[in-house]
């Protein structure tokens, strides 16, 4: 069995990534809380004015054109909780260890995604396209990762026997200990976590107490260190605020692009796929405006899914510039392994651009206008099919070859000589059909049907009341 390997996630900007803000070509700082706020993190922009962490708000504000925020808690516990159900695409023990980091054991994934390079790579890459600068350390034991990523350290440490030299180097800071407790370290003249451990253990439980030296045996992997596994929710769903109302559609995208980066991630480690997508644009004043994108196959392609919430947006008229967008899944459906063709133009691979292509269709006329016909088991040809979403399958009983081309209602024919006539006289061509039924629904008929020849050789499916008047109808036109 592989021993355990732990990679720590850090995201040092999370509190201005949270709300969107570290791209902003707005100046934008968060400040702490007191009668004196100083600014804690600001984005990019604001680091260009030469703002720096620490500095007073009203300072910070002199130097230019600067929006001050106070931190979001919520937004960035959601931000993480998201993130985390986007990780378990990688590994199936995925752990929060807040306030702007989490834990994955990856020791049981190498194999299946090529070794650490590999699993690294795309976890990085992965992290950037939802928006956030993360900071990555790998280590055998979830606290000594932690420790890393604390110190600023992009390490990859996969033998336990270089763990104890490596945190040996790291500031005592990276502890995290009370703060009584680092006075009195740094009192005696301790800088690093080595010096800590070349410390008698029972004096330094006796001086600081038992924790902190429970704390050094974790790191090092001496104790157990169990991790509260993160439990992804049973449906997804996500509300992204976003840094400045957008007035136009084409504004959205950017934000709904990581939205759908997020639902693929969460259905990748779930093994399912999202037949339908509810999203909803938060108004200030007005009510949320509403809409579906329906799938005629399950996806968790992100780029497919992308083009159809384009082409809906292009024909939305916003009633108002939107503050926050929602997207709500609620039905996974499994989604199986495809085997893909040895040659292409395969019978699957020209099914599968069939589909999409509709799909995109229908996301840029609408459902209503993009629509597949079925066959209903009824011998009655009013009856005998519906609307229906295209691709969808058909139950018919067995029955003769009919025209796909039928008029609603039929139309009456004059009868002249006692044959009926439409451009001329018809001439029956084939054998008659009997078609009676309808008894169950109050809709009874009994026909006889013909296909039948004009003189201009137009040929057209017709029928003959069987009771009543017997009058004559054209209810087809043959190929």
Request: contains cysteine; charged residues 25%.
């Amino acid at each position: 069995m592989r021993a355990s390997l732990w990679l720590c996630l850090g995201l040092p900007a999370l509190p201005i990534e949270a709300l969107g803000l570290r791209d902003s070509p707005q100046a934008c700082v968060l400040t702490t809380a007191g009668r004196e706020p100083r600014v804690r993190i600001g984005n990019r922009t604001a680091y260009a004015l030469g703002i720096a962490p620490g500095m007073r708000a009203g300072a910070a504000q002199a130097l230019g054109d600067v929006e001050v925020y106070t931190r979001g808690g919520s937004a960035e516990q959601a931000a993480l909780e998201a993130l985390a159900a986007w990780c378990g695409q990688f590994t199936s023990v995925v752990s929060l260890a807040p306030p702007d980091g989490l834990l994955l054991e990856i020791g049981q994934s190498l194999t299946l995604f090529g070794g650490v390079a590999t699993l690294v790579e795309r976890v990085q890459a992965g992290v950037v396209d939802l928006g956030y600068q993360p900071l990555l350390a790998i280590a055998p034991t979830p606290l000594a990762a932690i420790f890393f990523v604390r110190a600023q350290q992009e390490v990859c440490i996969t033998d336990p026997r270089q763990l104890h030299a490596l945190l040996s180097r790291l500031p005592l800071a990276v502890l995290g200990v009370d703060v009584r407790i680092a006075e009195a370290l740094a009192g005696l003249g301790l800088r690093e976590v080595g010096e800590c451990l070349h410390l008698p253990r029972d004096g330094l439980a006796r001086r600081f107490g038992p924790a902190l030296v429970r704390l050094l045996d974790r790191a090092l992997g001496r104790q157990p260190d169990p991790r509260l596994p993160f439990e992804p929710p049973a449906r997804f769903g996500r509300l992204l605020d976003l840094p400045h109302e957008a007035e136009d559609t084409q504004a959205l995208q950017f934000a709904a692009r990581r939205l759908l980066l997020e639902l693929t991630g969460f259905l990748r480690a779930r093994g399912a796929g999202a037949r339908q997508l509810d999203w909803r644009l938060v108004h200030r004043h007005r009510r949320e405006t509403q809409f579906k994108l329906t799938l005629l196959t399950p996806s968790r392609d992100p780029e497919h899914l992308g083009q159809l919430l384009r082409s809906r947006l292009e024909r939305l008229v916003l009633p108002e510039p939107v503050r926050a967008l929602r997207l709500i899944v609620d039905d996974l459906c499994p989604l199986a392994g495809v085997t893909l063709a040895l040659l292409p133009g395969s019978k699957e691979q020209s099914q599968a651009q069939s589909l999409a292509f509709l799909e995109r269709l229908r996301a840029r006329l609408g459902e209503d206008a993009v629509r597949g016909l079925r066959l209903l088991p009824d011998h009655r040809p009013e009856a005998a099919w519906c609307f229906c979403s295209p691709g969808e399958a058909s139950s018919s009983p067995g029955m003769r070859s009919r025209p796909l081309w039928l008029l609603d209602p039929p139309q009456a024919l004059v009868v002249a000589e006692g044959r009926p006539r439409l451009r001329g006289s018809l001439e029956l061509m084939e054998r008659g059909e009997r078609i009676e039924g309808g008894w169950w629904d109050g809709q009874p008929m009994r026909r006889d049907y013909f296909v039948a020849r004009n003189p201009l050789g137009g040929r057209y499916w017709v029928f003959r009341e069987v009771e009543g008047k017997r009058r004559w109808f054209v209810h087809g036109i043959c190929d």
